[in-house]
């Protein structure tokens, strides 16, 4: 029993010593952290991808200095005259990350082309068919296509559904969002939209530029890893639309399109047709017909 209530008390006394130890020591110390001030650089106004910033943007606030990302920014002068990377909000603190020391080069989006993708550009037509001027680069939209052909259908293709505008162009070649603006210079309403597509995609407005009217209607608008996620979606249609074997020799089925015209054959259908044309030829003539 001794021994007993010998151990329950050196292990109070224990719980004292390391309640005293939070109490003095630890909580302190966490309190110092939460009241400790920091001076931080706060944006103003809203700063757009590429623009240059000005101490008018920005200002000197202080903060409480817990928690604090590492490459937050202190100084107003090693913010002012750099080049926003991102878009920058009212009340946003700036990193270091967001920063350029050199403008934003022009097209600078076509260098991300890999080879996979194309960048296409299509008319807007009309102030309603394009948003209303409210379209920016990074959109995700559904291209409606209007008085197609001689009956002036209205179409929404499955190849359309979700694709990404990765610039917006006025009619003097200067991209919005990107392009610094002068001051007093009044902004230009886009009039053509340029979109990142897969080579199937391209085709087809390519076509539609020609045979109708496109009409861009906005289904997303924010973060780029939820944009991925419709484009990923896009992409597994387009997969069953154009199953992968189908794709493996684009100049054969270019030249297989030809023979079947417009009407947008199957691949097997074509080779058939192509392999009876041969049984009819002679020799020399089949021989010449075989791709080079």
Known sequence: MKKFLKNRIVLGLICIMFSLLICF??????????????????????????????????????????????????????????YANADLYKGDYILKSKLSDTPM??????????GENRAISVSIKSFA?????????????????????SQRETLVYPELQYVEIIATTGSSGSDQN???????????????????????QARLLAELEQTGKLHAALVFRGESSQAQKFLDEQALVLEELYPEESEEDPVKRSGEAGITGSDGGHPDTEM???????MDMTGDAATDNEPQ
Do not use: C, H, W
């Open 25 to 82: 020591g630890i909580t302190p110390m966490f309190n110092e952290a939460l009241k400790s001030k920091v001076t931080l650089v706060r944006v103003t106004s809203e700063i757009k991808v590429g623009d240059q910033i000005t101490d008018k943007m920005v200002t000197s606030v202080e903060a409480g200095g817990y928690n604090l990302p590492s490459n937050v920014i202190y100084k107003i002068e090693d913010v002012v005259g750099k």
């Open 105 to 114: 080069l022009r097209n600078a989006y076509l260098n991300k082309l890999n």
């Open 129 to 149: 068919s394009g948003l209303s001027g409210k379209l920016e680069a990074g959109d995700i939209v559904t291209l409606i296509a209007a008085d197609v052909g």
């Open 178 to 200: 990107v392009q610094e603006r002068g001051d007093g210079e009044e902004e230009e309403l886009a009039s053509t939209i340029t979109i990142l597509a897969a080579p199937e």
């Open 272 to 278: 058939e047709v192509s392999g009876d044309t041969e």
